[in-house]
């Protein structure tokens, strides 16, 4: 079996980013075949909204497609792989993070070529169609496959929209650790702020509303600027009395307090150019001992 842009291609998984692929292939034009769920109903969902696309059983979409994506999660791919019946030359692909390509080896055992696509994007699953493909615009995906699979991933990158780097070589969970810091850990960095804000003493259901909008720009001038130039408040201006308010205003809540020694402790870790009194203030006060 050759494996090439025109292969017939599933996606086994009708989760939040198996849907998004699914949309995203089809409106790019990729020859998307079926798309599979271990419920059939959610299959049947997924395949409603995607014209010329059936839902099939997972014998069935193993059978019909050359390439398959396996969106399920990290925990099930090894599991998923074991109950699936390949077929020689068959390339299976899975989209997470965190796992190597051994997590598939039973693709491997059965004559099969394996890869990863690990989109650098959240996927909420509460979009229309058209909002879920337009979350693969301009995002990085990584990929791991060996030839010629590793030329179709960069080709199907490219198509919906991404760019690919490579991950062959790559210490995974160190490398999903990062993508966890700016994702996961903002929703934690929210939880935490909301938490600071009804100990002010304002209506904590409001902190999410008032806050998103800083929580936005941040993450645009990071985007756009090196992260000395990115970074704003009392740390980056060397303000030492605000930060010892803020430890103080904390006193109460030791979790919080904590935390916000531990994320401003990594910003003096940045090349922010204070004197040599106050960057010792800075540390003595995010390490613990002048709070």
Excluded: K
């Amino acid at each position: 079996m050759s494996i090439d842009d025109r292969s017939p291609i599933g996606v086994i998984g009708a989760g939040r980013l198996g849907s998004a692929l699914a949309h995203a292939l089809l409106a790019a034009g990729r020859p998307l075949d079926a798309v599979a769920s271990r419920t059939r109903a959610h299959a049947d969902e997924v395949a409603s909204g995607l014209p010329f696309v059936a839902a099939a059983e997972i014998d069935e979409l193993v059978a019909s497609s050359d390439v398959v994506f396996l969106a399920v999660p990290d925990d099930a791919i090894e599991e998923a792989a074991r109950s699936i019946a390949w077929r020689p030359g068959q390339a299976v692909v899975h989209l997470s993070g965190g796992r190597g390509l051994d997590a598939l080896s039973a693709v491997t055992e059965a004559g099969g070529t394996t890869g990863c696509v690990h989109p650098l994007q959240t996927f909420p699953g509460d979009e229309t169609p058209a909002a879920a493909r337009a979350r693969f615009q301009g995002i990085a995906c990584g990929i791991e496959a060996p030839g010629p699979l590793d030329a179709v991933l960069e080709g199907i990158v490219e198509a919906v929209g991404g760019r690919s780097f490579r991950l062959e070589g790559v210490d995974r969970a160190a490398y999903h650790a990062a993508a966890v810091f700016v994702s996961n850990d903002v929703v934690a960095a929210m939880a935490a702020a909301s938490r600071a804000w009804a100990l002010a003493g304002l209506p904590a259901e409001e902190a999410r509303g008032a806050l998103s909008a800083l929580l936005v720009a941040s993450a645009a001038s990071i985007a756009e600027r090196p992260l000395t130039e990115a970074l704003t408040g009392p740390v980056a201006r060397g303000d030492v009395e605000t930060v010892r308010g803020h430890l103080a205003a904390l006193e109460s809540e030791p979790e919080l307090r904590a935390l916000y020694r531990g994320l401003g402790a990594e910003l003096l870790r940045l090349e922010l150019r204070h004197n040599d009194e106050v960057a010792a203030a800075l540390r003595e006060l995010l390490d613990g001992a002048g709070a």
